[in-house]
């Protein structure tokens, strides 16, 4: 009787989830409730897990949950350790949930709310989840290998090579990009700087109290750091009022970038118990009580999207960044639906971290599902908004012009209707001197945040939600920039382990003091052309960070899709093997034209061209000639990096075909670098 009507609540579930994925996607002409984007996100995340997740952990992968993990087999206190499975969930959830399904979904509105919405249901949970959770599998099955490793050791030297460098090159562009976001995000806020600042030692705190103080006490140092860390936004309003505490916490870019930088270094140096555990940890609860809090209050709400369905913008015209919809939308969403920069985190914190293989559907498949849902809640702030709202937000001022009035006369020609006092008053009640030209995404996402939670918790208390999310979303990134520097010096290690064996020993410490400080001067460098771009650096970084995301998905699932094969689960290699194809045709697409596009809002070389010519011609103010010699070089060089990648990443490919024809041709292939088993001791 159990079963007959548990199969009758899972199709009841199918068929609330089809209905209002028939509503959010044939809606035109009319005002569609954001309800229906809520509903038909969670009956699809659902059935997903339940079903697709678990055949894929029984059969496909064959999770062992009496076999030893690396962190139970390696503990060394240091790098392996195990771990509760929550707080690994916490941490993994922190690391993989950075800038993309924030940002993504917040820049791809523009081509309207329908064709984003859907890239991130159907992407997380035919691609992204499985990318997440298979190379979590083969990682824990490797002692924790990195994805460049594990390319090296099962498809050939030659592929491997190419992923080593290729993953590495790729990660220093990723974090480079989530340090800008931050960056631009607390550029000029002392209230959300100073409440960034004060989760630092509000994570080591709790590092040392879980550790030293009162050890096992999770719950005890759990509710600790959440109450630190809601007093410190409330503190960041009183600082923000404080004439002298204000002016400490209220510098530029560049200054905030070099911060940034130190904090790289440190979270890459110290123990993982110390910083990186806790404030992930810590991070991860801000996280999703933001967001529950964020559903609940449009589950109470029930705002109406503003944002048209489709919009002319789809032919590449768009303000906030150029290219058609096709491959762009699927390269600016990035981590909501799929993303590379998750099987980094998959093949190297986590699996050191991971005490049982029944963990890695969870952690691996689930913490995909919920940043697909973060990402539905980005895409829903943002296009709550007014479209005139939302687009004098996010287009940069080189676009729509540098004077208020110039801005809201170029909107309005658009069709979308704003004015200047509308903006004015909109950026009073968020504590804000103005918010045209607040380009990244991370403002207007603020901005729809505030005014949801606002409407329902307290308008009156608008500054302190827009400023609360702020913090909410530089928490989000930065957990993944640290998490993604550790990583990163785990694959340099990788790299120059084959120069000198002991600079690979990952506890050595002058090997991890080098190999930090280079992974933090790379993405260093990148984040400071960012910063320095009059344009605030998203023209610039965000494409190339999107090609070079799903570049690193396909190389993660070239190396997953080839396992399969040489495990003789040729008939199940589908599974990666689908969303592989997928990424090809929009990675290479997407390469193709930042390379060679006339246009210069998407080719690099284009830009890079056309602004010597003005430059020569002394067509540029004073300001942009300054550093006009340093953005031309950027966009080459950025140009140089596409095609580097898209390189790697066909060697990549063709080298796991070329494994995989010696496999079905019977000749000899290298042997699997899985480990043999060890039965678990763990109760």
């Known amino acids: 009787m159990s079963t007959f009507w548990s199969r009758v609540g ?231 009022h404080h004439p002298l505490l204000a002016a400490w916490f209220d510098h530029e870019g560049l200054p905030l970038a070099f911060s940034v930088i130190a904090y790289g270094f440190a979270a890459a140096v110290l123990p993982v118990w110390l910083l990186l555990a806790p404030r992930d940890y810590l991070s991860t609860y801000m996280k999703l009580g933001t967001v529950l809090m964020l559903a609940i209050a449009i589950l109470w709400l029930r705002p109406e999207i503003h944002m048209p369905a489709i919009t ?147 308008k009156h208390l608008l500054a302190l939600w827009y400023h609360f999310a702020i913090m909410f979303e530089a928490i989000f990134i930065l957990t993944t920039l640290d998490a993604g520097t550790r990583v990163g010096r785990f694959m340099l290690q990788d790299i120059l382990g084959h120069l000198h064996p002991k600079l690979g020993e990952t506890s050595y410490m002058p090997s991890v003091i080098l190999t930090s400080a280079l992974v933090v001067a790379g993405w260093g460098y990148f984040l400071y052309i960012g910063v320095i771009d009059p344009n605030g650096g998203v023209n610039i970084l965000w494409p190339l960070f999107g090609i070079a995301n799903q570049m690193l998905a396909a190389i993660a699932l070239s190396v997953a899709t080839g396992v399969l094969i040489k495990s003789g689960k040729v008939t199940k290699a589908w599974v990666t093997g689908l969303p592989l194809l997928w990424l090809l045709a929009i990675t290479s697409t997407a390469a193709y034209q930042k390379l060679l596009s006339e246009d210069i809002r998407v080719g690099f070389f284009a830009a890079a061209n056309d602004l010597a010519k003005k430059l020569s011609s002394g067509l540029l103010p004073p300001e942009k000639a300054a550093v006009a010699p340093q953005l031309i070089f950027n966009q080459q060089l950025d140009a140089w990096l596409t095609l580097f990648f898209v390189v790697m990443l066909w060697v990549v490919v063709l080298d796991m075909v070329r494994m995989s024809w010696r496999y079905f041709s019977h000749q000899t292939i290298r042997p699997s670098s899985e480990v043999d088993y060890v039965a678990s001791t763990l109760a």
Request: include cysteine.
């Open 10 to 240: 899972w199709v009841g579930i199918a068929v609330m989830g089809a209905t209002a994925l028939s509503r959010v996607a044939l809606a035109r002409g009319e005002s569609l409730n954001a309800l229906w984007l809520i509903t038909a996100a969670v009956c699809v995340y659902l059935i997903a897990y339940r079903f697709y997740s678990a055949w894929i952990a029984a059969n496909v992968l064959a999770i062992d949950a009496t076999r030893a993990t690396p962190a139970e087999r390696l503990n060394n206190g240091r790098d392996y350790v195990p771990t509760n499975r929550w707080v690994v969930f916490g941490h993994h959830f922190a690391a993989i949930a950075g800038p993309g399904p924030l940002v993504g979904p917040t820049l791809a509105a523009q081509f309207g709310y329908l064709p984003g919405t859907l890239w991130i249901l159907i992407g997380a949970v035919l691609g992204g989840a499985v990318q997440d959770m298979v190379t979590l599998f083969l990682s824990t099955r490797r002692n924790g290998r990195s994805l460049g490793q594990m390319a090296r050791d099962e498809i050939g030297a030659i592929g491997g090579t190419a992923a080593l460098i290729g993953t590495f090159l790729i990660m220093i562009i990723l974090i480079a990009v989530l340090g800008l976001v931050v960056v631009n995000a607390m550029k000029h806020s002392p209230w959300g700087t100073s409440t960034v600042a004060a989760t630092i030692p509000i994570a080591m705190l709790v590092g040392v109290y879980m550790r030293y103080i009162r050890p096992g006490r999770v719950l005890e140092a759990s509710l600790l750091g959440v109450i630190l860390l809601l007093a410190a936004v409330v503190l960041g309003g009183w600082v923000d």
């Open 312 to 458: 002319p913008f789809i032919d590449g015209s768009g303000p906030i960044f150029g290219g058609k919809l096709f491959p762009f939308v699927f390269i600016t969403i990035a981590c909501g639906a799929i993303s590379g920069f998750h099987a980094l985190i998959a093949s190297g914190t986590t699996p050191k971290l991971i005490s049982s293989e029944a963990d890695i559907r969870m952690i691996g498949y689930g913490a995909m599902l919920l940043e697909s849902f973060v990402a539905i809640m980005a895409m829903i702030a943002a296009t709550v908004l007014e479209p005139g709202v939302y687009f004098a937000i996010n287009s940069p001022a080189g676009v729509v012009g540098k004077e208020a009035l110039d801005a809201v006369n170029t909107i309005s020609r658009w069709g979308y209707q704003v004015s200047v006092e509308q903006m004015q008053q909109l950026a009073s009640a968020m504590g804000e001197s103005t918010l045209f030209a607040r380009t990244g995404g991370a403002p207007s996402l603020a901005v729809g945040m505030a005014s949801i939670l606002g409407t329902v918790f307290g």
